[in-house]
């Protein structure tokens, strides 16, 4: 016990995806000179090539249920995780290799323990595609069973544009424009230190100035 109370793999396992709030399809200038707090899945993809929106259908058919399934295990452990997540980790027990019970508890536990989640702010996974509305509607044709993800709102999809730069948030009724409010500002910093010394909650999107004062 003395062993296991020093170590950092014990008492506090690794954050792996904690606080994960956007997954971004698109060419790598869509995030350039951007902070992200590893908060984002980052998949690159070049409009121009998928004029019918084929290669879209395989991407989407990965992104939707691995990055969604990861973005929804952790939103459910951390709204409750005392039904959808697995308690503490130190008592746990591998059953069968089938999963985790606490100390002598028969009932397997589902989710993940509350030493991944404790810092993890929850909210549904947004999906942010640098294509047209017009292509997407042709990749949503062929996506079978995981468009009900989007017509649900398991997890939300914006559309960029790839030459204006509009926005528009896909939902089951159509496509809805995305307007930024009048003051909204983007915080801005010249280095990564300086956004993060200190803080212990959750860091908005910055983006990095390079220019020297």
């Not at 070049?46 to 929106?53: K, L, N, R, T, Y």
């Not at 991944?116 to 909210?123: K, L, N, R, S, T």
């Not at 983007?186 to 956004?195: D, G, H, Y």
């Amino acid at each position: 016990m003395v062993e296991r109370a020093s170590s950092i793999f014990e008492p506090r396992p690794e954050l792996n995806h904690s606080n994960n709030l956007y997954s971004i399809v698109g060419r790598r200038q869509l995030t350039k000179d951007l902070f992200l707090d590893r908060r984002a899945f980052l998949h690159s993809y070049e409009p121009a090539s998928d004029p019918q929106g084929d290669i879209m259908v395989r991407i989407l058919s990965a992104v939707i249920p691995v990055c969604g399934g990861i973005n929804l295990e952790y939103l459910f452990s951390r709204i409750d995780n005392s039904v959808y997540g697995a308690g503490t980790k130190l008592p746990h027990n591998v059953i069968g290799l089938l999963g985790v019970a606490n100390g002598v508890e028969g009932d397997l536990r589902t989710g993940l323990p509350s030493q991944m989640i404790e810092v993890h702010e929850p909210a549904r996974l947004m999906i942010v595609v640098e294509q047209s509305r017009e292509i997407l509607n042709k990749t949503f044709a062929k996506l079978g069973s995981l468009k009900e993800w989007l017509d649900n709102d398991w997890v939300r999809l914006v559309s960029c544009h790839p030459e204006s730069r509009e926005l528009f948030l896909y939902s089951v009724n159509g496509w809805e424009t995305v307007e930024l409010a009048d003051d909204f500002k983007v915080p801005q910093a010249r280095i990564s230190e300086s956004i993060i010394v200190g803080q212990t909650q959750t860091i908005p999107v910055h983006q990095f100035n390079r220019s020297h004062a």
